[in-house]
T-cell receptor
């Protein structure tokens, strides 16, 4: 158990809909990262927050957005969903903005039908 | 950003050492090499990282060549639970202390009884 929690574990929704994925980092970690992993693909870094502020951006679509709240939990919002958005979404956390040692949550499996 | 090349798959007998190679010929002087593993759609797990010197922890050893263009992750006594996809990643620095990890497809290691 990494100490990072993600909810929900599974999510099934239709195209065009909007969903919110939630992540609670390990106690004491200030940085949260979001990743997308499509079937048989490597992880794609989406975005990083550090202590409430956006710190780095990866391959995040404009339809996707994220935020980190004062209690350090984070949410990833996915809107206008397409079939290709079906994937595993992982959240990770680290103590500082330095990302070399990240602790990953169990992931949210999103299925868009 | 430095890219990495890993064999897509490897086999290892239980109890033997597993040596997983990684090429990163374009690595720059301040980039670290990190290793993670992912067991069947679970969240990736940090294993070890290094810059120049060889590193060892309770999970594995990391051997980095003197020219830093390649490295080897060694699991000294592989068990069935080590069956996973192993990712070799080189950090990229985005200004200041920020790094983002560029993930490839990794090596699928099968440990056989």
């Amino acid at each position: 158990d990494s100490g990072v929690t993600q909810t929900p574990k599974h999510l099934i929704t239709a195209t065009g809909q909007r969903v919110t994925l939630r992540c609670s980092p390990r106690s004491g970690d200030l940085s949260v990262y979001w990743y997308q992993q499509s079937l048989d693909q490597g992880l794609q870094f989406l975005i990083q927050y550090y202590n409430g502020e956006e710190r780095a951006k990866g391959n995040i679509l404009e339809r996707f957005s994220a935020q980190q709240f004062p209690d350090l939990h984070s949410e990833l919002n996915l809107s206008s969903l397409e079939l290709g958005d079906s994937a595993l979404y992982f959240c990770a956390s680290s103590v500082l903005g330095d990302s070399y040692e990240q602790y990953f949550g169990p992931g949210t499996r999103l299925t868009v039908t | 950003d430095a890219k990495t090349t890993q064999p897509p798959s490897m086999d290892c007998a239980e109890g033997r050492a597993a040596n997983l190679p990684c090429n990163h010929s374009t690595i720059s002087g301040n980039e670290y090499v990190y290793w993670y593993r992912q067991i069947h759609s679970q969240g990736p797990q940090y294993i070890i990282h290094g810059l120049k010197n060889n590193e060892t922890n309770e999970m594995a050893s990391l051997i980095i060549t003197e020219d830093r263009k390649s490295s080897t992750l060694i699991l000294p006594h592989a068990t069935l639970r080590d069956t996973a996809v192993y990712y070799c990643i080189v950090s990229s620095r985005i200004g200041g202390n920020n790094r983002k990890l560029i993930w490839g497809l990794g090596t699928s290691l099968a440990v056989n009884p």
